[in-house]
């Protein structure tokens, strides 16, 4: 594998490990959908922004809406609400650890529902990674019953759901990686603002914040905007 690539996760795992601290600074001011919804626009804003000094075609016309939106329900929305969610009953430590299971999901969701191949050497590196969670959150009688199960049962349907959004996304083709990156947030923010704003009616003048302004620029710009162009590259 390129020493690129080798960057590209380590900044992405920079990236993402803080978002969780992110969602957790906003979670005060913000419903889970409205933090989803403003992570989306975020995004959205910064990928729209690259696209137009990089002189990237939208092609709108072209997009294949229905699978796309779908997708980006699964893969953007319904997670990050489902995780903001979550760090209202556990710590954003064991909201990131958790959300390591992805990958376990995903294979299992691949072959379960998507007859996804897979080798013994993935399975092996599956197991392995099961393991190091297991250490990481430092499992043992005690500590899983300290774990509230709302918590932990919201990410797990984050999870779930990241890895059924990662299985569609391989089936959508024709798309740049920027067009998908923007057509995914775009999609993401429609849906989450739908939602944010029927059930969870909120000032958006706290978005005048200093401390709301720097996460939802960590979590939205960094994190969702140029983190998942970064992912798809």
């Known amino acids: ?104 999901w995903t294979t299992v969701v691949g072959v379960a529902f998507f007859k996804a191949a897979t080798n013994r050497l993935q399975w092996l590196g599956m197991a392995v990674a099961f393991i190091g969670i297991i250490v990481l959150l430092g499992v043992n009688p005690v500590s899983i019953i300290s774990v509230d199960p709302i918590g932990f049962a919201g990410m797990m349907a984050a999870t779930l759901c990241y890895a059924v959004g990662s299985q569609l996304s391989k089936r959508l083709k024709g798309l740049s990686m920027y067009q998908f990156t923007f057509v995914t947030l775009l999609c993401s923010a429609i849906g989450s603002g739908i939602v944010a704003l029927s059930a969870e009616p909120s000032s958006l003048a706290r978005l005048a914040s200093p401390t709301n302004i720097a996460a939802l620029t960590g979590l939205g710009i960094f994190g969702s905007g140029i983190a998942t162009f970064f992912f798809i590259i």
């Open 1 to 104: 594998m390129p020493r690129s690539l080798y960057v590209v996760l380590v900044l992405l795992s920079l990236i993402w490990g803080g978002s969780f601290l992110f969602i957790k600074i906003l979670l005060p001011d913000f419903g889970p959908w409205m933090i989803a919804f403003l992570r989306s626009f975020f995004g959205l804003a910064a990928i729209t922004v690259i696209m137009l000094v990089l002189r990237k075609p939208f092609e709108l016309r072209k997009m294949p809406w229905l699978p796309v939106a779908v997708m980006a329900l699964f893969n953007t929305a319904i997670p990050w609400a489902f995780i903001g969610f979550s760090e209202t009953r556990v710590t954003s430590s064991v909201a990131s650890v958790l959300n390591a299971t992805t990958p376990l």
